[in-house]
């Protein structure tokens, strides 16, 4: 046999080989064991040819492409990661939809026409949670009035909201309304009814007069004692009664009852003189006047219709200063202690209805030299009685002079009067205590001016 490399040396023995040798030999008898240095020809290793041998490394020109007929392409990387699903792709779940799918309750049903953003002008108002409430605020002079049958809100508008501040010019309008003078095409205005009129092509550039014709209410001109009024205020008819009874007087005497001559039941009527007719015999039919003696309940003479008053103050309290000297001053009169004629005394004046009275008053000086009163007529800016002329020492400290007013006048119309007096001079006394001192007695008034007035006519 030629020398081989490949095949071991032939020199020995196989009883002397080791145990191991005699199992291959044995194998080798009955074809189960291969030459290990070559299989069909190949030997183990990593270069192209050869068998591979699992030692790590890749062997040159080796066609692994393939494992289960799938090229390396088809297979991913052990450390290979996929990509989300989307709305337009498949892929994995993530973690935050797995959350999503898990936050669904059993049953749960999808939300229908329902929004969770609410665009108001450039801002999105976004629901903060699932059952989120929006809220509607009335801003100013806006009213909201909910209406939960119907599931609506109402919005109105009570007055000018601030934001409307532009609209009270022109300005903001368009078209023909920011610029028009006048109406585009003129109109007629007329007026119907109670009153009728018309005023044509009224344009809206200038004021317009609309002659207006009242609707005759059907009354003939004139004048008229009873007239009938309808609820609009026109006359309907007219009539001119005769008699109290057509003209519905019921407390007036009628013609009837009155008599030129005394009879039963009837009112006597004056003749041109106003007297009694001559029919009347005695002073009733003569008299110009009644006495008072004549008339049950009234007093004998008309001289007792009196007003009395003074100047009442309480004990210890002066009369008051004198001052200023030369001036006419206002004496105080605060009291009516009776008065059966009607003076009103107010604000140390009385007033006098037209008549002629009688007067008789006087005002008290204290401390002064020359002095005088008089009644003055404040209506009329004139000095009805003046008062009587009186004189004393100032330097004598305890000198007392009282003015009197005593006289009769008559005057034609309601007149208002006071008391007035002047003192030309006066000591220090009269300064303080001119218009009187007080006597201090225990439980008696001051009393200082004083009038006693009747009315005798």
């Avoid at 692994?64 to 390396?72: D, P, Q, R, S, T």
């Avoid at 006098?352 to 002064?368: H, K, M, R, V």
Wanted: one cysteine or more.
């Amino acid at each position: 046999m030629a020398y081989n490399a490949n095949i071991p040396a032939n020199d020995g023995f196989i009883a002397d080989a080791p145990g191991e040798i005699r199992t291959n030999n044995e194998g080798l008898k009955t074809d189960q064991i291969v030459d290990a240095g070559k299989l069909k020809g190949l030997s183990p290793g990593n270069a192209s040819g050869n068998i591979p041998v699992s030692n790590g490394t890749v062997n040159t020109n080796l066609n692994a492409e393939k494992v289960g007929g799938k090229v390396a392409a088809d297979f991913a990387p052990a450390n290979h990661t996929h990509a989300a699903a989307t709305t337009s792709s498949n892929g994995l779940m993530a973690n935050t939809d797995k959350a999503k799918l898990d936050g669904i309750a059993a049953g749960a049903q999808v939300n229908q026409n329902a929004f969770s953003n609410v665009l108001v002008g450039g801002t999105t108002i976004q629901a903060d949670a699932q059952t989120d409430t929006l809220e509607l605020v009335a801003g100013t002079n806006i009213a909201l009035t909910p209406d939960a049958t119907n599931d609506r809100v109402i919005i109105g508008v009570t007055g000018k909201v601030p934001s409307a501040t532009a609209a009270d010019t022109a300005a903001v309008c368009t078209g023909n309304a920011a610029t028009a003078t006048t109406f585009q095409t003129a109109r007629t205005i007329g007026i119907s009814g109670d009153a009728t009129g018309t005023a044509t092509s009224f344009n809206g550039g200038a004021n317009i007069t609309i002659p207006l014709t009242l609707t005759a209410s059907g009354v003939t001109a004139g004048t008229y004692r009873s007239v009938t009024i309808d609820a609009k205020g026109r006359v309907t008819a007219g009539t001119n009664p005769t008699t109290l009874a057509t003209a519905g007087i019921t407390d007036a005497v009628p013609v009837s009852d009155v008599a030129t001559t005394a009879a039963a039941n009837k009112l006597l009527k004056l003749n041109a003189s106003g007297l009694l007719p001559a029919s009347i015999t005695g002073n009733a039919a003569t008299a110009s006047s009644v006495p008072w003696s004549g008339i049950t309940g009234v007093p004998a003479a008309a001289s007792s219709l009196i007003a009395v008053i003074n100047d009442t103050r309480a004990s210890g309290t002066n009369g008051g200063s004198a001052a200023p000297a030369n001036t006419w001053n206002t004496r105080v009169l605060n009291t009516a202690l009776v008065d059966q004629i009607g003076i009103n005394l107010s604000s140390n004046q009385f007033t006098l209805p037209a008549g002629t009275y009688e007067i008789n008053a006087s005002a008290p000086f204290f401390g002064c030299n020359r002095v005088k009163a008089r009644l003055q007529n404040i209506t009329d800016s004139t000095t009805t009685i003046m008062g009587t002329s009186e004189a004393g020492n100032s330097a004598a400290y305890w000198t007392s002079q009282r003015s009197i007013i005593q006289g009769v006048f008559t005057i034609a119309a309601s007149k208002v009067l006071e008391i007035q007096c002047i003192a030309y001079s006066y000591g220090g006394e009269g300064t303080v205590n001119g218009y009187g001192i007080s006597t201090s007695m225990t439980g008696a008034n001051e009393v200082y001016t004083v009038a006693t007035i009747r009315k005798i006519g």
